[in-house]
Structure formats: structure tokens, C-alpha cells
């Protein structure tokens, strides 16, 4: 096969929190997000906190795996002299119908994008939905039908109401069940007839290692990320049950980070440490998507001590309303040894040493040509669930060249590699994949690291690290490279 399918659904993605901005605009709450400080590759970002009774502010380092605790009788705030990215990021929210116009000139025909809870529910447990963020997301969606791009809405991105996370701690409480689904069905009722697609949670599995981050928890002990899990897991079968109820057009995805891990010898030791790490991360997927907890988990919390406040019609709701597909994210692969002495990898999500076949962008993740044609036939073989990579991309260091344009070549390579990966999937190994929306694909703010030079999309977007910028769009070269390989139904991959 030389072209993709003719119903491939070809995009970009984005997240609300990344790259919408407009934190406090037209009645919108805070959301955790926005009490997230810019860093760097070698510098953590801070949750800023402060103590009402007293008045006194800090901070504590967010880091991939790194267990985060605030102080007693403090709680996430926005405190002077610390700069917030999320609270403008590269401004989607009064950009929509330049960057929308740039998307259909690609040939977008879906675009991925979040909407942000609190700008629906300012507070999260709210009688009432502000009415100024539904009409934003209609003008959004009425913008893309314009163009003929359908959008493919995730409803919670890496941000959380911050008065859930205060009041509830968030998901840790069964009634944040109710108010995700409160405001599941006020969306998918709203835009009935506009939106077919969406997700629940972005990268459910973040969870385990940045819950904070993924879904607005205080604590970080293993209880807490458990009970979190399960509570979104209900929260995803009743979303289903809704969806299907108000409309049996809509589908309901889950979406997982996936970063394979290898073992890096032949030791059956390093080949249970990667099965097994593998398992953690598809325990997310077996239960949202298969519809039932593996039982080598279930013994985990057994032994453990861990509860999770369950009741035993939450099982029969899993089973009954699994996610309708299967997106996630797939960057790269992670390797993974239990032999000492080895370079620990230095930007992976997932962590493990260097692969020593693979090379690295300037952040330290791999770059592997196989890894979506790995991932693909793992997901499938596990599942046989119609499949959609809503992630995938590479930070790039770009600069506008002296003759005014961005000359992306290290993305293209990488992009080449990726699709040509995902063709053979489909073509040599039977592959359901519905599509794929290339990760931000206008320049927004990494969420690892908080910075704007760490840049992913096919557009520039004149904005730095401490804020500064016009906010000009510039297309980049990847934008008429990938432009063609729609156009071609990506039989063209060629410079």
C-alpha cells in the first residue's frame, strides 16, 4: 500500500490549557493548570501554593514520577511574581479563526482539540454552566464546520476545576463522578449534530505518575492515584452510557499514553521488567477499554492495603459501557533494564535507560522509526478496537532563518518515519487505525517543561519562554510538507 485509506482521518491536535489562553476571560474559573510555572528541560516547573490563614506562599517542583506533597493548610494559587503560561499560552482563544484557516489549508480533516472544564463550570460543582464558554466552543466548532474540519473534543486535558482540587480533592471523591458527568452531557447535548468524537481524560495513565497534573489530586500516595483511577473509570462507562443515550452518532474514546517499553538484553529479567511495565501502563486500557481490572492488579492493592471506596455495580457499569475506540499518544519508546551502570534516559515520559540503537532529540527522547507500527500492533492484538494516534510529534528548537521561514527538517524526518510506520500497520498488518492528528500542530506550551522553544507545530507562533511576542503565525516548511502528504493520502512522504 502506497496510500493511506480514503475515509484516514488526517489532523492536528491541541489542548486547551497549552494553548487557548484567556485564563480568566469571560467567566471562566481556574483550573490546575493555571497555578503551573514555566521551566526548562533541566529546571522542574513549580505548583505555587498559599496558606489563607497566614498568607504565606511557595511552591512545590512538579516532576515526571517525582511525588508531590503540599505543606499542611496550604492549597494551589496564583501568587505574584511567578510567570503562568497557561494564562495566555499562544492564545487560541482569539486566534481561533486564523489558526482554523491555516488547519483547512493543510487539508485538516479533523482537529483535536480540549475544551476547558472550568470555562464550562467556573468551579466544577456549579448549579448552573457559564454560558459565555459555550458560545466561545460554538463559534470554535460553527469555525471548523466552515472548512469542513470536524473536531474531536477531549473533555478534560490536563486541567481540573481548581475548586474540585480544594474542595473534593478532586477525583479522589465520588462526587466528582457526578459533576464530570454533569458536565459531559451540558457539552454533548450543546454541540448535538457537531461534535461525533470524544475522549474523556488525557492520558488516563498519567495518573500514576503526575496525578497533580492529570487530574488534580492534593495527595500522591497510592491509594489516592487508585481511588482517582477508578473514580474516572466510572466517569468514562457513564459518559459512554450518556453519549450513546443522547445521540448514538457520538463515540466515546479513551486515550492512554503509550510508550512501549524494550528490554534492553536477552535477560529474563529485563524481559519481565519490561512485560510488567508494560502491564502498569495498559492496566488503564484493559479496564476503560476492556472493561474489567486485570486480576494481577487487583492482588497488587490486595497486598497493598489499598481501597477504593467501590460499590459493586461499579463492575457491571464497566463492562457494560467500555470506550467505543482506543487514541492515544506514542512519542517514542522507553527501554528498560535491571542491570546497573546504564545512561538513564533524559527525556522519556515513562523513563528507563538510553537505547543504544536509537537517537535523541535535544530533550533526550528517543527517536524510533518502528515504535508507532509496535504500539499499533500491541493495542490491536490486545483489544481488536478500531484505533486513533491523537499524539505524536517532536520538539524542535526552531529558529526563523535569514530569509524570514523556518526550516524544519529534523521534523519532517521524523514525521516520515513516524507514517511511514503507521502505513505498514495498516497495509502489511491489518491494522483498524481511524487516524491521526499530529500533536500541536500550531506552536502552543509544552506541558512537560513549560516552555514555548520546546515547539512541536507545523506553525510558528512569535511567543518565548518568558512570555513575550507578537503572537504572529508563520507557517513552517513541515506545514506544505504535510500539507502534500494529505493532499497525496500519504503516498507522498518525500522532502
Given amino acids: 500500500m502506497t496510500e493511506f485509506p480514503k475515509d484516514f482521518l488526517w489532523g492536528g491536535a491541541t489542548a486547551a490549557n ?7 476571560e469571560d467567566g471562566k474559573g481556574l483550573s490546575t493548570s493555571d497555578v503551573m510555572t514555566n521551566g526548562s528541560h533541566t529546571t522542574p516547573r513549580k505548583i505555587t501554593w498559599i496558606k489563607p490563614a497566614t498568607g504565606e506562599t511557595g511552591y512545590v517542583e512538579m516532576a515526571f514520577g517525582k511525588s508531590i506533597n503540599f505543606p499542611k493548610d496550604a492549597i494551589p494559587a ?11 499560552a499562544t492564545d487560541f482563544y482569539h486566534h481561533y479563526q486564523e489558526d482554523i484557516k491555516l488547519m483547512a489549508e493543510m487539508g485538516f480533516k479533523y482537529f483535536r482539540l480540549s ?13 448552573e454552566p457559564n454560558e ?17 474540519i470536524e473536531p474531536l473534543v477531549t473533555l478534560s486535558h490536563y486541567e481540573t476545576p481548581l475548586n474540585l482540587s480544594i474542595k473534593y480533592n478532586s477525583w479522589t471523591n465520588r462526587k466528582v463522578i457526578d459533576f464530570f458527568v454533569k ?24 495518573m500514576s505518575m503526575m496525578p497533580f497534573v492529570a ?12 481511588k482517582g483511577a477508578h473514580n474516572q473509570f466510572l466517569a468514562s462507562a457513564l459518559t459512554v452510557k450518556a453519549a450513546h443515550e443522547i445521540d448514538p452518532e457520538i463515540k466515546v474514546g479513551q486515550m492512554l499514553a503509550f510508550q512501549p517499553f524494550y528490554a534492553l538484553t536477552a535477560d529474563p529479567k529485563d524481559q519481565l521488567a519490561a512485560l510488567k511495565a508494560n502491564d502498569w501502563t495498559l492496566f488503564y486500557s484493559d479496564v476503560q477499554t476492556g472493561g474489567r481490572y486485570p486480576d494481577w492488579i487487583l492482588k497488587e492493592y490486595e497486598e497493598k492495603g489499598i481501597k477504593l471506596d467501590d460499590q459493586p455495580e461499579d463492575y457491571e457499569l464497566l463492562a457494560k459501557y467500555p470506550a467505543d475506540f482506543l487514541s492515544f499518544s506514542c512519542y517514542a519508546s522507553s527501554t528498560i533494564t535491571t542491570h546497573d551502570g546504564q545512561e538513564v534516559s533524559g527525556g522519556n515520559l515513562m523513563g528507563g535507560v538510553t537505547n543504544p540503537y536509537l537517537k535523541t532529540n535535544d530533550w533526550g527522547w528517543a527517536i524510533d522509526p518502528d515504535v508507532l507500527r509496535i504500539a499499533l500492533n500491541i493495542l490491536w492484538d490486545r483489544y481488536h478496537k478500531p484505533l486513533w494516534i491523537v ?69 510558528y507562533v512569535d511567543r518565548d519562554d518568558k512570555g513575550e511576542g507578537t503572537l504572529k503565525r508563520i507557517p513552517k516548511d513541515s506545514f506544505y510538507w504535510y500539507k502534500k502528504v494529505i493532499a497525496s493520502r500519504g503516498a507522498d512522504l518525500s522532502d
Avoid at 451540558?186 to 495513565?205: A, D, P, Q, S
Avoid at 487530574?215 to 487508585?226: H, I, N, P, R, V
Fill in 115 to 127: 475544551i476547558n472544564w472550568a470555562r464550562i463550570f467556573p468551579n466544577g460543582d456549579d448549579a
Fill in 183 to 206: 458536565y459531559a452531557k451540558t457539552v454533548m447535548k450543546r454541540y448535538k449534530g457537531k461534535v461525533k468524537y470524544y475522549l474523556t481524560f488525557n492520558e488516563i495513565n498519567c
Fill in 78 to 88: 496564583v501568587v505574584d511574581g511567578y510567570y503562568y503560561p497557561s494564562h495566555t
Fill in 18 to 24: 497549552q494553548y487557548e489562553g484567556a485564563y480568566l
Fill in 215 to 226: 487530574a488534580g489530586l492534593l495527595t500522591d500516595d497510592d491509594e489516592s492515584k487508585a
Fill in 132 to 148: 459565555q464558554g459555550l458560545e466561545f466552543y460554538d463559534k470554535v466548532f460553527d469555525e471548523c464546520r466552515k472548512y469542513g
Fill in 391 to 459: 499524539e505524536n510529534g517532536i520538539g524542535v528548537k526552531d529558529q526563523i532563518a535569514e530569509d524570514g521561514h523556518i526550516h524544519d527538517k529534523e521534523r519532517i524526518s521524523y514525521l516520515q518515519q513516524n507514517l511511514a510506520s503507521m502505513r505498514d500497520a495498516i497495509s502489511l498488518d491489518g491494522i483498524d487505525l481511524m487516524g491521526y492528528t499530529m500533536w500541536g500542530c500550531i506552536d502552543l506550551v509544552s506541558a512537560g517543561t513549560g516552555e514555548m522553544r520546546k515547539r512541536y507545530g507545523f506553525v
